[in-house]
């Protein structure tokens, strides 16, 4: 079963219950499957099929829900992008996934006209306010289509359902492909962990591009016939604490920063949100032991920590919210997630040793778009997927990880790889050689930091280079401070060691002498 039917299903069996609360507004699950329907119609009817790409460029909103779906129920991919990305890198996406359309929210179309000019890129459908193109076409046109219009035949279980860019998008991109069973296995997953059920109401804060909001707050909720109560930005603060009170909110799913800021927040009580709180679930980043304490201690409800990768759609392990938490650990596995610990050499290591974490099961993703050799790099030999994190089980099956084995850096639960922020600083004609690190602030979320080393005789100010980045990149994706050295630690083979540039940024920071 793919999963628009999935959700059609569920839709079917709580149809007068609510579904979607947004700006106040309430969409009840009949209403959301009528909306899926008319729109995959539509699509159909604009010549979309089965495999073609279609990128969302949205933030929060029931538009988002509806056109996933009814890409999904036609067979077509979703390709989500992050909203904030620059023209740029729109337009690599859409070129690295061949799209024939984009939706976009109305403040969105200027980064996208360019990649909207390309002949590939057939159609625009505007997800809110005016058209102002002649390709465009609003949103409402797509609910409005005849319910007797025919459907085409529904994709396979296996066939991809979503396209998900993982890092940087100029260049040479690299998006996971997760099918129609990867993703309602772990969701399915995790309704079991959670124990999620048409009672609850899932605050939705975190941005549904990312899997880990789809899968987690989306997918989880409405297999259970729960309510997404949507926030479009986590700014005000004030605002996401008011609908948690204001909507009923039973689950609250975020990230360390969040976290640590409810942790600060002066006078804040599980009252003041609604008092039907029941657990809290913290992922996309490391959860400082301090934070998950001064959380569970001030609100009185846990707060879990879970782990998981884009490439496993990506929930692998989670502490549960009934039974042992144990903190800083990131849980068991999952049901239907099997996990190992691997030496160098492959074996298979027990429990107190350090390793690699290797991930199987029905979640794990058919590999990267048009990438086989990053697929192959991606799995061990015997099928196992590789996560590049090290860690260990201890004697209760827990996970406690040791560190990152990859040059990822998480900042505010996105995924930013330094090569991309590097290449931007090495176009630079004074620059001769520069390292991105992730430097971890109070809260436990990460900033970026950018080391660099002039060509002799020439000359470049932090300012200067800080200012390549404008229009470029994201604007999560730029460096807080750029620091000039006179050369780059390297061990015998001339790389970089940064290891060295992150315990230096750590003992600046122990000291106060740098942010």
């Given at each position: ?11 079917a ?43 969302l ?13 009814a ?14 990305a ?8 859409a070129e ?63 066939d ?62 409405m297999l ?11 700014q ?39 008092g ?8 996309a ?55 190992q ?93 520069a ?18 080393v ?23 994706k ?38």
């Amino acid at each position: 079963m793919n999963l628009a039917e999935r959700l059609l299903q569920s839709a079917a069996a709580h149809s007068e219950r609510t579904a979607i609360i947004f700006r106040d507004r309430e969409i009840t699950y009949g209403e959301v499957a009528e909306q899926v329907l008319s729109a995959a119609r539509s699509f159909a009817a604009m010549g979309v099929g089965r495999g073609d790409a279609v990128m969302l460029i949205m933030r929060n909103c029931p538009e988002f829900v509806v056109s996933y779906l009814a890409l999904a129920r036609i067979g077509a991919i979703s390709a989500p992008l992050n909203p904030a990305a620059s023209p740029r890198e729109v337009t690599a996406a859409a070129e690295s996934c061949g799209a024939v359309g984009i939706i976009a929210q109305a403040r969105y179309l200027e980064n996208a006209a360019e990649a909207c000019s390309r002949k590939r890129v057939r159609f625009t459908v505007v997800a809110d306010g005016p058209c102002t193109g002649p390709d465009q076409i609003p949103f409402e046109k797509l609910l409005s289509a005849a319910a007797g219009a025919p459907l085409p035949e529904g994709p396979a279980d296996d066939d991809i359902a979503a396209l998900l860019f993982t890092s940087g998008v100029t260049g040479q991109s690299k998006a996971v492909m997760l099918s129609h069973r990867n993703v309602i296995s772990n969701g399915e997953s995790c309704v079991t962990v959670f124990h999620c059920s048409p009672e609850d109401r899932c605050l939705t804060v975190l941005p549904m591009f990312h899997v880990f909001c789809w899968t987690v707050c989306v997918v989880m909720l409405m297999l259970s016939g729960g309510a997404i109560v949507i926030v479009e930005s986590v700014q005000p603060f004030s605002e996401v604490l008011a609908a948690c009170a204001r909507h009923g909110v039973t689950v609250f799913i975020g990230v360390p920063a969040i976290f640590a800021a409810i942790v600060k927040a002066p006078g804040l009580t599980l009252e003041t949100l609604g008092g039907r709180v029941r657990w809290a679930l913290s992922g996309a980043a490391p959860l400082a032991v301090q934070v998950q304490r001064g959380f569970e201690e001030k609100l009185g409800i846990p707060l879990i920590q879970g782990y998981g990768l884009t490439e496993a759609s990506p929930v692998v392990s989670t502490n549960p919210p009934h039974g042992l938490s144990k903190h800083g650990s990131i849980g068991p596995p999952i049901p239907n997630v099997s996990v190992q610990i691997r030496g160098e050499d492959g074996t298979v290591l027990g429990p107190g040793e350090v390793g690699e974490l290797v991930v199987k099961g029905p979640n794990v993703m058919r590999g990267y778009w048009n990438d086989p050799e990053a697929t192959a790099a991606a799995f061990m030999e015997d099928g196992w997927l590789r996560t590049g994190d090290l860690g260990a089980f201890d004697d209760d099956g827990y996970i406690f990880l040791v560190d990152r084995a990859k040059d990822l850096v998480i900042v505010k639960g996105l995924n930013v790889y330094p090569r991309e922020v590097e290449e931007v600083l090495l176009e630079h004609p004074s620059v001769a050689d520069a390292a991105v690190i992730g430097v971890p602030d109070h809260t436990g979320d990460e900033t970026l930091r950018a080391y660099v080393v002039l060509k002799e005789g020439a000359s470049a100010t932090p300012d200067e280079l800080l200012g390549l980045f404008k229009d470029r990149l994201a604007r999560y994706k730029t460096p807080r401070a750029v620091i000039v050295l006179d050369q780059m630690p390297t061990n015998t083979l001339g790389k970089t060691l940064k290891r060295v540039l992150r315990e230096q940024a750590r003992e600046e920071i122990a000291g106060g002498r740098c942010g």
